[in-house]
Each structure stands twice: as structure tokens, then as C-alpha cells.
């Protein structure tokens, strides 16, 4: 393990919307001495073993990354490779008919590939709808917690000071869940962007392959650009010497490119 993987042990750990999660006390190691899972002390809710790749440092903080933004990164970036791939098939087809029938072989192979992404993509959707679901109900859960306290506060059972300083809090949580809602909703909008035509799906692997491919083709040409945010960019916790350090999570466009305007988490962050 590196000096680097040590210094983080101590920190205090918040989620990339600012709201505080633990501390980091420990971490597990292979046998090769690289980082598996980092220990995080979350108060009543015990400890908890977080996986190495959620965890980057920024700053005096270790900030913990969602895995549903890990998996939907990764989904967007293989999904988009995979389009560009079958773009470059048509180029190549179009340039050299004699390829035609190489490129049939190819093309079932990226076709194959799409059905995989498919059910993932199913998957990870069906998460993301779960976790605004979960936030909904954290937020009824907040404001009904601020009303009573109005109350308390109108019937004299506490002072201004106290009902402001509760207001204050649940403001503060209320923004933290707004913009992971915000970024979900972003991240569901980019993946239908990517979304290809089921169609393509039952045609025969014999049929042209430049009318097979221009189906998928067409979603990622009109695929709009995402709303750029400004991002800082995070460092991973530590590296191995034993093997390379795992790549910090970045936005990836919806074609699969990475988008160096990543949301403004890193900056609430730091000013948290």
C-alpha cells in the first residue's frame, strides 16, 4: 500500500452533493497489498466496507462515489465505443464493397454487444428510477420535519433561533438531494440518447449491412450535447504498486466520449 493510500485513513468521508457519511479508520488489502474495500465509520449505522474505486480524495475530504453513476459512466462510454465502431463498419463497407461479407462477421459481433448493453442498461435504469424514488421520499420526510418545527416554533415549544437553525439544516439537505435528482435525470436522458431502434434487433444477419448499421447510426448523429457544468478534477485515493490505481470517475458524453464539464460536485464540495 502507498504513503498516499495511508494518509487518507483519518479523513472524513461525504458523498459528491455534501452531505457527510463517516470516517475513513481502515482499509482491507489483498494479498498483494493493493486497497479492496476502505472501512468508513458511520456513526449509528455502524461500519461500513466501501469499495476502493468509490473513493477519491479531495482536498481534506475522501468524497464517495454512487455506484449507480459508476455503472451508468461506464454503460455510456461502451455503449457510445461500440456505436462509433459500427460507424467506422459502414465507412470501411462504403469505401470497399469487396469487405462486405468480413464486415458481416464483424457487425454480428457489435450486434451482439448491443443486446449485452441492452439488459444492462435495463438494469441500471431501473435503479436510477429506485434511487429518485428513495430521494422523493426523503424530501416529503424533510419538509415534513421542517412544518413541525414551524409549528413548534408558532406555539412557543422553541425559540426563533432554533426553528432558524433547523430551517437552515434541512435547506441544506433539501439542495444536496436536488442535485443528485438533477444529475440522475441527466445521466436517464443521456442513456435514452443512446438508445437504439429494437428493430435492428430481429433483422437477419444477411441483410446489407449499411442499412443495419445507419439504424443505430441515426441515434447517436442526433444525439443533443449535454448542459455543460464546470467540474474540478479529483485525484484517486492512492496507488498501487502492485497494480495501476483505479481511473477516477469522469462524465462521459452520450458518445461515449469523455466530457471534461462534469457537474459542479467537486466545487460544492470544497466549499461545504
Known amino acids: ?38 472501512g468508513v465509520d458511520c456513526g449509528s449505522e455502524g461500519l461500513k466496507q466501501v469499495p476502493f474505486e468509490q473513493l477519491v480524495v479531495q ?69 436510477l428510477e429506485q434511487r429518485l424514488a428513495d430521494l422523493d421520499n426523503q424530501l416529503k420526510s424533510i419538509r415534513m420535519l421542517r412544518f413541525d418545527a414551524k409549528l413548534q416554533n408558532k406555539s412557543n415549544e422553541i ?28 445521466i436517464q436522458r443521456r442513456i435514452n440518447d443512446l438508445s437504439v431502434d429494437s428493430v435492428e434487433k430481429t433483422e437477419s444477419p444477411k441483410q446489407d449491412i449499411h442499412s443495419a448499421a445507419v439504424s443505430y447510426l441515426g441515434t447517436v448523429e442526433t444525439v443533443p450535447s449535454p448542459p455543460k457544468m464546470p467540474v474540478s478534477a479529483g485525484a484517486a485515493v492512492g496507488e498501487s504498486n502492485s497494480q495501476p490505481s483505479t481511473p477516477k470517475p469522469v462524465a462521459i458524453g452520450a458518445d461515449g466520449e469523455e466530457d471534461p464539464q462534469d457537474s459542479d460536485w467537486l466545487k460544492r464540495i470544497s466549499s461545504s
Open 1 to 38: 500500500m502507498s504513503k498516499e493510500d495511508v494518509e487518507f485513513i483519518g479523513k472524513q468521508v461525504k458523498d459528491m452533493y455534501g452531505t457527510y457519511i463517516g470516517k475513513v479508520i481502515g482499509t482491507i488489502t489483498d494479498i498483494d497489498g493493493s486497497v479492496q474495500t476502505v
Open 159 to 186: 425559540s426563533d433561533a432554533k426553528y432558524e437553525s433547523v430551517k437552515t439544516h434541512t435547506v441544506e439537505i433539501i439542495e444536496h438531494i436536488e442535485h443528485e435528482k438533477a444529475e440522475i435525470v441527466n
Open 59 to 127: 482536498g481534506q475530504y475522501v468524497i464517495f462515489i454512487p455506484r449507480w453513476r459508476l455503472d451508468a459512466q461506464r454503460l455510456l462510454r461502451e455503449k457510445g465505443l461500440t456505436l462509433r465502431r459500427i460507424r467506422a463498419l459502414i465507412d470501411i463497407v462504403s469505401e470497399n464493397d469487396d469487405m462486405k461479407e468480413d464486415a458481416e462477421l464483424i457487425h454480428e459481433k457489435y450486434k451482439t454487444k448491443l443486446l449485452t448493453l441492452d439488459e444492462t442498461e435495463r438494469h441500471i435504469k431501473g435503479r
